[in-house]
């Protein structure tokens, strides 16, 4: 699997192209269909949303319009596993920074949105945040293995494993 990242908008929110078997995923296409675009030479054939945030769906009415692909987002998602094509997804709700928080994993990659970032978490001041929620998904999230690769929302990458020190110290 090829994954390719567009860093999108003024806050530069990650949005990931995910391409496979000629087949392409978009996830959190955020503010600027036409930067999205020019990575994309596949087939579109699903546009996945991690949270309703502005910055992570700005462009997604564009990009939805132009490919004619299936949204998937928590409103509409009623089950822990998603195939599309030859991609196969886990899941996993994680509400926190919003309450419509959803991370795909697949294989060893996890794409969070704005749960978890390299060093921190999203941010649960929001009007749709909780961190309450936030711990109980933070709790969920560390039972997973130290090696998977985390594609956070903004920033950096990183692994699950360089983050539970600091998920640990706040959340267990």
């Known amino acids: 699997m090829d994954i390719k990242i567009v860093k999108v908008g ?5 949005c990931y192209v995910l391409t496979k078997d000629n087949q392409t995923i978009i996830i959190d296409p955020g503010d600027d269909f036409l930067k999205i675009k020019e990575v994309i030479s596949n087939e579109v054939i699903g546009i996945l949303c991690t949270h309703s945030h502005f910055d992570h769906i700005g462009a997604l009415g564009s990009v939805k319009e132009y490919y004619q692909a299936p949204v ?4 509409n998602i009623n089950s822990n596993k998603l195939e599309i094509g030859s991609f196969k997804f886990e899941v996993i709700k994680t509400p926190g920074h919003s309450y419509d928080s959803v991370s795909y994993l697949i294989d060893d990659k996890l794409f969070c949105g704005d749960f978890i970032f390299a060093s921190s978490i999203g ?5 749709t ?7 109980e998904s933070i709790n969920k999230i560390l039972k997973y293995p130290d090696y998977l690769i985390v594609y956070p929302g903004h920033g950096n990458i990183t692994t699950l494993g360089k983050e539970k020190d600091s998920l640990n110290f706040f959340f267990t």
Not at 10 to 14: H, K, S
Not at 72 to 75: A, N, Q
Not at 123 to 127: A, F, G, M, N, S
Request: cysteine-free; aromatic content about 14%.
């Open 10 to 14: 003024y806050l530069e929110a990650n």
């Open 72 to 75: 998937y987002s928590f409103e």
């Open 123 to 127: 941010r649960t001041d929001l009007p």
């Open 129 to 135: 945040g909780s961190m309450k929620e936030m711990q």
